[in-house]
């Protein structure tokens, strides 16, 4: 059973073991169209709220159909040792999978807010400029791909100026949710160096309708692998934070892989402190995501130049579903459906 909050018609949506209840009748942050209001209460007021809703004996609702929450800035992080170990392998296979930086800080990049849509939203196949044989040709990607995310939702804003630790975490952040950060591989290899992510993934990036509070996934809470060599001091800590939550990929019905977000090497914790480290300011509804959660036996890679090395990628009207869940707790999905390529002129 889908556990956590939404936005319904009328006001915020709770889902629990009586299914989909209407919280609107409940007033104040309840009667809002998004869980911004609530987001922003902090744990004091996270943890009545959700005492509320599990209590509401209100209205069945509907599945929800909307955005869960307004987002604020998105950050895509880089977090799987194994994901980025895959593709190191791939595009580098003379060197070292591994680049200098990345055991010694969690790598991200900056995405669009403004692209972030709820799942059941198809995806329009993007153009883009791809490498050819001679000049580079702007055209329909080719290599459309998924990314199997896990993110969290910031509810108490920072400062300008303010850094936060990994011992911050709860005080900050509301929930989680699922995450598709779809990619347009062949854009991506043309653009991304020397300055990362761009075009390839800014196109849509797809989150579950619910969004589930960290207060009902303490029971999946695990240490995370040992990390060498140890983070520096702004980056300690969090390692209990890594989650027993088992994922997969449904591809048309079937399903493609199955993983489980426990074997992140950099914790939700230490991103946020990253994130922070050079005193950037958290908003309400900031979103952050784990990156492409991979693991090392074959079949639990989340994305598919991993699944299918680099040899199949998405066609026109194929449908991809994330999905997660703990002993006790399931995420929201995301679902999405490849639509062809808009007619450019």
């Not at 580098?92 to 059941?120: C, I, K, M």
């Not at 492409?292 to 299918?308: A, D, F, K, N, Q």
């Amino acid at each position: 059973m889908t556990t956590g909050f939404a936005a319904g018609d009328n006001g915020l949506l709770w889902r629990g073991e009586r299914g989909i209840v209407d919280l609107s009748a409940l007033g104040d942050v309840f009667a809002q169209p998004t869980l911004n209001p609530l987001l922003a209460l902090g744990r004091r007021g996270w943890r009545q709220a959700l005492e509320a809703a599990r209590g509401h004996d209100g209205p069945a609702a509907h599945e929800p159909t909307r955005l869960p929450f307004e987002v604020a800035d998105y950050v895509d992080f880089y977090s799987s040792l194994e994901h980025a170990s895959n593709l190191g392998r791939m595009f580098r296979p003379d060197s070292e999978p591994l680049l200098p930086n990345w055991r010694w800080l969690p790598v991200g990049y900056h995405g669009r807010a403004g692209t972030v849509v709820v799942s059941g939203t198809d995806v329009t196949r993007p153009h883009g400029q791809l490498k050819g044989d001679g000049d580079p040709v702007y055209a329909p990607s080719r290599r459309l791909d998924i990314e199997l995310e896990l993110g969290f939702v910031v509810g108490v804003p920072t400062e300008l100026g303010r850094t936060l630790t990994a011992a911050d975490f709860e005080d900050h952040v509301f929930g989680v949710v699922l995450v598709n950060d779809w990619s347009a591989r062949d854009i991506q290899a043309w653009e991304y160096q020397p300055l990362g992510p761009f075009l390839g993934k800014s196109f849509q990036t797809s989150i579950s309708a619910w969004v589930t509070p960290l207060e009902l996934l303490h029971h999946a809470r695990v240490e995370a692998p040992q990390q060498d060599p140890p983070p520096l001091r702004h980056l300690d800590g969090g390692r209990d934070w890594a989650l027993d939550l088992a994922l997969e990929v449904e591809l048309n019905g079937e399903t493609i892989s199955r993983g489980n977000a426990r074997g992140l090497y950099w914790t939700m914790p230490q991103q946020l402190a990253h994130a922070t480290s050079n005193g950037a300011a958290l908003r309400t509804g900031d979103l952050m995501a784990s990156g492409t959660i991979s693991g090392s036996e074959p079949g639990s890679e989340g994305s598919l130049i991993e699944l299918w090395r680099n040899a199949r990628f998405l066609e026109d009207g194929d449908e991809v579903v994330l999905r997660g869940r703990t002993r006790e707790v399931e995420l929201g999905e995301v679902r999405g459906r490849v639509r062809p390529c808009r007619t450019h002129t």
